[in-house]
């Protein structure tokens, strides 16, 4: 099975624009989970979907939103950016409904913001 | 919510030696993982252990859900187990695919 897959790996930003991140789950799981991780915060929950449902979000600004799409897919965006949003973000999918909540992470994106 | 502490921070070791890392968290957990995260920053699936013991090659985990701690058993280090390794915890109830991470273990093995 091919694992979590995300795109594009590197970013760089300018101050006031917006981006938008992507991640494709493995086949079959349909939770997908964000986390942003920084230096000075470590890695903190952004939000998770299930279904095209967000069911659960971390404590982010409106800023950060995202959504995820009939076949798994999901993408969270970042709208007017800031400097500290520069950081890695990771997604992780998990096959929840089977008892089993083992999450998979990608290899992230890493965003820088000047 | 829930709070997860990871014990020793920072650790320095011979190629060889064994080592063990803690993860105390605050709650009852359905899912306790252990990860490394790799130079390029990937995390890497060490183990999912919400009870019990498990073993995979020179890594093993145990974690006592009643006394809400686990440990990260590491034996006969090798260079290439340099990295951070992290403990993440999810609640059960409706902490949705919400993983809970320590500030990790900084490990660092000298030939």
């Known amino acids: 099975k091919a694992g979590v897959t995300q795109t594009p790996r590197y970013l760089i930003k300018t101050r006031g624009q917006q981006v938008t991140l992507s991640c494709s789950p493995i086949s079959g799981h349909r939770s997908v989970s964000w986390y942003q991780q920084t230096p000075g915060q470590g890695l903190q929950f952004l939000f998770e979907?299930?279904?095209?449902?967000?069911?659960n979000k971390g404590n982010f600004p409106g800023r950060f939103s995202g959504r995820q799409f009939s076949n798994s897919r999901s993408e969270m965006n970042v709208s007017t950016l800031e400097l500290g949003d520069s950081a890695l973000y990771l997604c992780?999918?998990?096959?929840?409904?089977?008892?089993?909540?083992?999450?998979?992470f990608g290899p992230g994106t890493r965003l820088t913001v000047t | 919510g829930i709070q997860v502490e990871q014990s020793p921070p920072d650790l320095i070791l011979q190629e060889g030696a064994n080592s063990t890392l803690r993860c105390n968290f605050s709650d009852s957990v359905n899912n306790l993982q252990w990860f490394h995260q790799n130079p390029w920053g990937q995390l890497i699936n060490l183990f999912y252990?919400?009870?019990g013991t498990k073993q995979n090659g020179r890594l093993s985990a145990t974690t006592v859900a009643t006394e809400r701690y686990s440990l990260l058993y590491i034996s006969s280090s090798q260079t290439t187990d340099s990295g951070v390794y992290f403990c993440a915890v999810e609640r059960g109830g409706t902490s949705y695919g919400k993983l809970t991470f320590g500030q990790g273990t900084i490990l660092t093995v000298h030939p």
């Open positions: 992780a999918s998990s096959g929840v409904g089977t008892g089993n909540y083992e999450q998979y």
């Open positions: 252990i919400p009870s």
């Open positions: 979907y299930f279904s095209e449902t967000q069911r």
